[in-house]
């Protein structure tokens, strides 16, 4: 098959998916199973991949996919663990009690604490936290689901614990021949390249990231404000700097020193204690608190159906035992990561392989109580005793995490088994090289050098129609990989801007949008929603862009 040829038809798996998401509007539960008989019968008709290594592929990407969904589980079901032991509403509490400005109150809320949300939790969790929280306290539904969606850009590459990377890159990019021999000759393991690659997303994301605060109370204030009202946003400048600086850096730092599970965790924590101090100082802060329009002047579009409320705080809950769980889910996983200690070792002792599978050189291994879902699992027992908890708390909190587990498991599960099989796809007798890889030469050609200026789109629209930065990164990490070997750019850095990208396309997604709008009763305005969204994600795929032609220029 002519390489041109091929190119088209390893383009047909992305196709099907865009069409039936974007196009038909067909759910990503119906989309993405549509999507992987196509790439299965384009590897095994077109490519002429062996019918045993597309088996042993279906099955290498159950395998992930299982590891994935258990870490989704544990990590809703922390959340929810805390929700129903009292220890968020405390939170809440805390953190509303802070100012009586609502840009503050924004700023406080939605940037910082939803992105130590999403680098606990993600998968959307900041929206189920944050959204209700803000309307609950006088935000207009649409201001609150804004802001939620806004701050998913940042924080969304390190999200649940570094999932995206640890879990999504790694399964986008291993097994691959191509980057195994590109790593060998670099003397780097892949887990060592994905943490380059979390230093350097780190890096463009503390950049473009500095600035979401400021742009996310400008928008808000022209959005919701009334007459002179409408220009306050601006002028909070220098407080929506220092907190955006009070998130970025930590957040750098730990992906540079610490690896790809904690950024969005660390610079969560350590920039609400910054921001919490300068705002009882009484340092930065406005004059005058600046407040939405009186509800009965607000449009329709702005209110929700549903009014939320906050659930009194139990007796004797505490801000500091509602924080402690997460403080021990931090300390639990830091100290799981640490080569210099044994546990590390211990809980990678128990390892499940399957080598070889059905002939083929495919294998499967997993390490389960090394995954961060143990951590969560062992935290929800801690607080589950700490928190002095019933039965039917515990059992109330597994209720509400079945059902997001099961909204997530077909749509995930079948994008993890469709990039199985697209990157297993070398192992065929056309003579061809995998389907991500053919895609590389073809977009190679195209784009030439200009290419760092686009990588950060592809990972925006996987995001945008598979609904998660982790499922974008499986996508096209090998495809992103390809193009940068083809053009001569640093691996690293095109993949650093596939993420960033897709943590933009987080921003405006269509599960995420749907998920934060059915919060508050929204739902039905999801296009409005994207449209008045679409400047942050402009701005953030613009600076990504423009850094990475520049960084390929100068540093490749």
């Known amino acids: 098959m002519p390489l041109t040829l091929a190119f088209f038809v390893a383009l047909l798996p992305l196709l099907t998916v865009?069409?039936?998401?974007v196009v038909a509007r067909r759910p990503a539960s119906q989309a993405m199973p549509?999507?992987?008989?196509?790439?299965a019968l384009a590897a095994g008709l077109a490519w002429r991949v062996p019918v045993n290594y597309i088996a042993a592929s279906l099955v290498q990407g159950v395998a992930i996919a299982a590891e994935i969904l258990f870490i989704v589980f544990g990590a809703i079901l922390l959340l929810n663990v805390l929700q129903a032991s009292g220890a968020i509403a405390v939170i809440r509490q805390s953190l509303l009690a802070l100012s009586p400005d609502r840009r503050v109150q924004m700023i406080v809320i939605a940037w910082l604490f939803g992105s130590f949300i999403e680098g606990a939790s993600g998968f959307g969790t900041p929206a189920v936290i944050c959204v209700p929280l803000l309307v609950a306290v006088g935000f207009p539904a649409m201001a609150a689901v804004m802001a939620a969606l806004i701050i998913q850009s940042t924080p969304?590459?390190?999200?649940?614990?570094?999932?995206?990377?640890?879990?999504?890159?790694?399964?986008?990019?291993?097994?691959?021949?191509?980057?195994?021999?590109?790593?060998?000759?670099?003397?780097?393991s892949l887990m060592e390249f994905i943490a380059q690659v979390g230093s350097r997303a780190a890096l463009l994301h503390a950049a473009i990231g500095t600035f979401v605060p400021l742009l996310l109370v400008v928008i808000i204030t022209r959005t919701f404000g009334e007459g002179q009202a409408r220009a306050e946003g601006p002028r909070l400048w220098k407080f929506a700097l220092v907190a955006g600086l009070a998130f970025t850096v930590p957040y750098a730092l730990t992906a540079i020193f610490l690896g790809p599970e904690f950024p969005s965790m660390i610079g969560g924590l350590v920039g609400l204690a910054i921001v919490v101090t300068i705002?009882?100082?009484?340092?930065?802060q406005p004059e005058q608190p600046w407040q939405f329009p009186a509800e009965e002047t607000w449009p329709e579009t702005w209110s929700g159906t549903v009014m939320p409320s906050l659930t009194p705080p139990p007796a004797g809950m505490t801000v500091f035992k509602a924080w402690l769980p997460y403080v021990f889910l931090g300390v639990l996983l830091v100290l799981s990561r640490l080569t210099q200690l044994p546990?590390?070792?211990?809980?990678?002792?128990?390892?499940?392989?399957w080598t070889g599978m059905f002939g083929t050189t495919i294998t499967v291994a997993s390490t389960p109580l090394y995954l961060p879902a143990t951590m969560f699992l062992l935290v929800v027992a801690i607080t589950y005793v700490l928190h002095q908890m019933k039965p039917s708390d515990l059992g109330r909190a597994v209720g509400r995490s079945l059902p997001i587990l099961q909204k997530t498991t077909l749509a995930l599960g079948?994008?993890?088994?469709?990039?199985?099989?697209?990157?297993?796809?070398?192992v065929n007798s056309a003579g061809l090289p995998s389907m991500p890889l053919a895609l590389a030469e073809g977009m190679s050609a195209l784009a030439g050098g200009t290419w760092p200026l686009f990588a950060a789109v592809v990972g925006l629209v996987g995001a945008f129609v598979a609904g998660s930065v982790t499922v974008s990164n499986m996508m096209f990490s090998l495809f992103q990989f390809g193009v940068a070997e083809n053009i001569g750019a640093p691996p690293s850095l095109i993949l650093a801007l596939q993420t960033v990208g897709a943590s933009a396309g987080n921003v405006i997604c269509v599960?995420?949008?749907?998920?934060?709008?059915?919060?508050?009763?929204?739902?039905?305005?999801?296009?409005?929603?994207?449209?008045?969204?679409?400047?942050v994600v402009i701005y953030?795929?613009?600076?990504?862009?423009?850094?990475?032609?520049?960084?390929?220029?100068?540093?490749?």
């Open 18 to 21: 865009f069409l039936l998401l």
């Open 279 to 284: 705002i009882r100082q009484g340092w930065l």
């Open 511 to 535: 599960s995420n949008v749907v998920a934060a709008a059915a919060t508050v009763g929204l739902l039905g305005r999801e296009g409005l929603l994207v449209r008045q969204l679409l400047p």
């Open 156 to 188: 969304s590459t390190f999200g649940a614990v570094g999932t995206p990377l640890v879990f999504g890159m790694e399964a986008g990019l291993g097994g691959a021949t191509a980057v195994e021999a590109a790593l060998s000759a670099q003397n780097l």
């Open 414 to 426: 079948a994008a993890v088994l469709m990039a199985r099989v697209f990157i297993n796809s070398d």
């Open 343 to 353: 546990l590390k070792g211990w809980l990678q002792g128990l390892r499940a392989a």
């Open 34 to 39: 549509g999507a992987l008989v196509v790439t």
């Open 540 to 556: 953030y795929l613009g600076l990504a862009g423009l850094m990475g032609i520049v960084w390929a220029t100068v540093g490749g």
